[in-house]
Each structure stands twice: as structure tokens, then as C-alpha cells.
Nanobody
């Protein structure tokens, strides 16, 4: 099982930028599609972005399209989420995960086990 650790969250002003990182331990995730999700207290965890196992295709939630960029290294050890032009509604705990999808379906995590996540707060 791939263990993932998120980092990079911080307090940032609206319009600012952050770069989140996801690091693998125990095993690499080179053969998996990877994704980012976020959760606000009292709400369900939602999909943010995904990248295929080759790193050649990316997918984004409409709410972050054009502002966020997902990327990964070829060794399957680290993955990043570059977040620009942040908005207060981006405030959440962000999680990374190995993911999959089916035709007509959104991306979903392959494991029920989540890491601690990293807190992103966008506020003036």
C-alpha cells in the first residue's frame, strides 16, 4: 500500500499562490493515476485535480480550472499542486490519493485510508 504525506499548506491572502506537495513512502505511486481532493468541515470531500500515471493528461474540477496545475515526477515519489489566484472558497484541508475513474464517472480514491492532509486557508 502506498503511504502518502501532504505538505505545503499555509495561510495566504486572496489572489496569492501556494504549492502543495505529496510524497510517497513505503512504495512509489509510479503506476497509479494520482489526484488531489479537499474537504471543508461539514461537507463531503471533493475532487480537485488528477493526473494519469504517465503524467501526460490532467483533469480538473471546474472550480479550479485555469488556476491550479497538477504535476508529478516520473519516479512516482512526489506530486504537486500549484495553486494560483487563490480564493477564500479554496480554503480546505487538501489530500492526495491514488485514484481511478470510469466512463461517465468522476475520479475516486483507490483507498479509504487518508493521510492527515494539509490545511490551506485563504483569507485577508
Amino acid at each position: 500500500q502506498v503511504q502518502l504525506v501532504e505538505s505545503g499548506g499555509d495561510l495566504v491572502q486572496p489572489g496569492g499562490s501556494l504549492r502543495l506537495s505529496c510524497a510517497a513512502s513505503g512504495r512509489t505511486f509510479e503506476n497509479y493515476a494520482m489526484g488531489w481532493f479537499r474537504q471543508v468541515p461539514g461537507k463531503e470531500r471533493e475532487f480537485v485535480a488528477a493526473i494519469n500515471w504517465r503524467g501526460t493528461k490532467t483533469y480538473y474540477a471546474d472550480s479550479v480550472k485555469g488556476r491550479f496545475t497538477i504535476s508529478r515526477d516520473n519516479a512516482g515519489i512526489t506530486m504537486s499542486l500549484q495553486m494560483n489566484n487563490l480564493r477564500p472558497e479554496d480554503t480546505a484541508v487538501y489530500y492526495c490519493a491514488t485514484v481511478d475513474t470510469q466512463p461517465g464517472s468522476t475520479w475516486y480514491p483507490l483507498s479509504d485510508a487518508w493521510g492527515q492532509g494539509t490545511q490551506v486557508t485563504v483569507s485577508s
